[in-house]
């Protein structure tokens, strides 16, 4: 749960989809670059407390969707693991020389 005001890309929700957690988060920032609400987390409102406690009570409610959300998080966040980043820079340099 990350209900931020001010965000870039947070290397929480990162951690979170690499050890299969789906992430309630704040639509600001660079989440959305992330979070895709309803396949791979939940985004509230910056400053909504019930709308915040909804997303985390349909998650304790919902086992299934749950755990579809999290399978979604760890194959969303593949492209900024510290692997495809590195072949990223490799293609990069390569046209460089």
């Known amino acids: 749960v990350l209900p931020s005001y001010f965000e870039g890309i947070p290397i929480t929700l990162l951690e979170a989809g690499a050890y299969l957690m789906p992430s309630i988060a704040t639509a600001v920032g ?6 895709f609400d309803g396949e791979n987390g939940t ?3 910056p400053g909504n407390p019930a709308q915040l406690a909804e997303a985390i009570k ?3 409610d919902n086992p299934d969707k749950t755990l579809s959300q ?3 998080a760890n194959r969303r966040i593949a492209c900024h693991l510290p692997e495809a980043v590195e072949k990223d820079l490799q293609k990069l340099y390569s046209a460089v020389d």
């Open 43 to 45: 985004l509230v409102e």
């Open 70 to 72: 999290a399978k979604a």
């Open 58 to 60: 349909s998650y304790l």
């Open 30 to 35: 660079g989440i959305p670059e992330v979070i």
